[in-house]
């Protein structure tokens, strides 16, 4: 999604100048964990702050420099941001995970410190903090690279109702965070959900953070994953987390014995994340849209092929629960939504007599891509008018679909114009050598 951050553009400052490039071994660590249980009353968390306790060790053991706080008020919060983004100003890696109620209100998520009045909505705004601004300082704090672990659910507090197991209220709304370039946010439970407090000592999300996230060698996305498996293992479904990156390449919290990792600098926010996830809502529209043409032009092949990937990892894993919530982002403009819903209706979802598969669905989704000139979509349409999937077959149009997909640089789409000049014997030796030189560049 795009929100605007205008209450905080003097916080907009020019990035530190550090190494483009560091040792992860060598770089600087530093991680804030937080515990907020003592809220009023019924409120109360049981489990919050020994999930603290526990991630608190688990970095502290990874080598990260830890700042551990418990029941903290919204000062100290964001006294304690603030040193956090203070300590990347040469870079390096910073990790924040909070504990603790949390609530969408009116587009926007909020962490609630413990000393809140949860009795009025205007109230919770003004006390409590606002997730842009911690994701705004991280971005500018000149990290190499941050991980956000909110262990809380965010949705919206119309009726203020909480329930005493739960870390957040009846599911109502939710508006997913666009992660900052070099930064991953992981959630507790998905949009609409409730993260579990824990009928043990911990909460269940935590237990398998620390189970998985410092496993020697372990790529972090792939560490989240395994996470979202064992929550909604142990939960029955009840809690599902999920995830929101803008990581390029693999990074590991805990390097294998002889394991070299490298932090690169992230990217200017000029280049868009290149690997996007479940939900991308559109643009306000009190605020300019990017031109996404532009936007894949500045992607380069690698990235390309990891938005490819991760749009063909959401259609494959995609289930019944998961639509009603991507048709919604679909309509509100995400092209990675659409593009989605339209490999996934192309090639089938679901199990068994459930599966669903309609190619007039996938042609929809696709075009409404297309009209914004993914080459991920444009690709798509091009084989469908190619095959004659849902569309009389037209290797007129298949051509110029590819050829528009081309033109921002996807390979995809020049393996298979490729392909179409020499089943219909366009291709001559001079043409197949100029077209491999090509694709291979």
């Known amino acids: 999604m795009r929100i605007a951050l205008i209450f905080f553009a003097a916080l907009c400052l020019v990035r530190p100048v550090f190494a483009a490039s560091i040792d992860y071994r060598t770089a600087p660590k530093f991680a804030l964990v937080i515990g907020n249980t003592n809220y009023d009353g019924a409120l109360?968390?049981?489990?919050?702050?020994?999930?603290?306790?526990?991630?608190?060790?688990?970095?502290?053991?990874?080598?990260?420099?830890?700042?551990?706080?418990?029941?903290?008020?919204?000062?100290?919060?964001?006294?304690?941001?603030?040193?956090?983004?203070?300590?990347?100003?040469?870079?390096?890696?910073?990790?924040?995970?909070?504990?603790?109620?949390?609530?969408?209100?009116?587009?926007?998520?909020?962490?609630?410190?413990?000393?809140?009045?949860?009795?009025?909505?205007?109230?919770?705004?003004?006390?409590?903090?606002?997730?842009?601004?911690?994701?705004?300082?991280?971005?500018?704090?000149?990290?190499?690279?941050?991980?956000?672990?909110?262990?809380?659910?965010?949705?919206?507090p119309s009726t203020l109702r909480f329930e005493k197991t739960y870390r957040g209220i009846a599911p109502t709304g939710f508006v997913p965070e666009k992660p900052a370039n070099g930064m991953l946010i992981a959630y507790a439970t998905q949009p609409g959900e409730r993260a579990l407090d824990g009928e043990g000592h911990n909460g269940p999300f935590a237990l398998a953070l620390a189970n998985w996230m410092t496993k020697p060698g372990m790529i972090l996305e792939d560490a989240i994953k395994h996470?979202?498996?064992?929550?909604?293992?142990?939960?029955?479904?009840?809690?599902?987390?999920?995830?929101?990156?803008?990581?390029?390449?693999?990074?590991?919290?805990?390097?294998?014995?002889?394991?070299?990792?490298?932090l690169t600098a992230a990217k200017s926010e000029q280049h868009l994340d290149a690997s996007l996830t479940r939900s991308q809502p559109s643009t306000p529209a009190n605020e300019a849209k990017p031109t996404l043409s532009q936007w894949f032009e500045l992607l380069n092949n690698d990235e390309q092929m990891k938005l490819t990937a991760d749009i063909n990892r959401q259609a494959t894993s995609l289930n019944?629960?998961?639509?009603?919530?991507?048709?919604?982002?679909?309509r509100g403009g995400s092209v990675v939504a659409q593009s989605v819903l339209g490999l996934a209706y192309r090639q089938g979802f679901g199990v068994g007599m459930k599966q669903v598969r309609s190619n007039q669905q996938a042609i929809k989704w696709l075009l409404l891509a297309a009209d914004q000139h993914l080459p991920f979509a444009l690709n798509e349409l091009g084989e469908m008018y190619y095959l004659g999937q849902g569309v009389p077959k037209n290797s007129s149009k298949a051509r110029t679909y590819f050829e528009a997909a081309i033109a921002q640089h996807y390979t995809p789409a020049k393996l298979n114009l490729f392909q179409l000049m020499s089943?219909?014997?366009?291709?001559?030796?001079?043409?197949m050598a100029e077209m491999l030189k090509n694709t291979l560049h």
């Open 44 to 156: 109360k968390l049981r489990n919050a702050g020994n999930d603290a306790r526990l991630l608190g060790a688990k970095l502290q053991d990874a080598g990260y420099t830890t700042e551990l706080l418990f029941n903290t008020d919204r000062k100290t919060m964001y006294e304690a941001i603030g040193r956090l983004a203070d300590h990347l100003n040469k870079g390096g890696v910073g990790i924040f995970y909070y504990a603790g109620h949390g609530v969408e209100i009116k587009e926007r998520n909020y962490l609630i410190p413990v000393s809140v009045s949860l009795k009025e909505i205007n109230i919770i705004t003004q006390q409590s903090i606002p997730m842009d601004y911690l994701i705004q300082r991280l971005k500018e704090s000149g990290a190499h690279l941050s991980v956000i672990l909110l262990d809380a659910c965010r949705n919206d």
């Open 227 to 262: 996470v979202m498996t064992d929550v909604r293992a142990t939960t029955k479904d009840e809690q599902r987390p999920w995830m929101a990156t803008s990581l390029v390449g693999h990074f590991v919290l805990v390097p294998a014995p002889n394991q070299h990792i490298e």
């Open 320 to 330: 019944q629960d998961d639509l009603p919530k991507l048709t919604q982002q679909a």
């Open 423 to 431: 089943e219909s014997g366009q291709m001559d030796a001079a043409t």
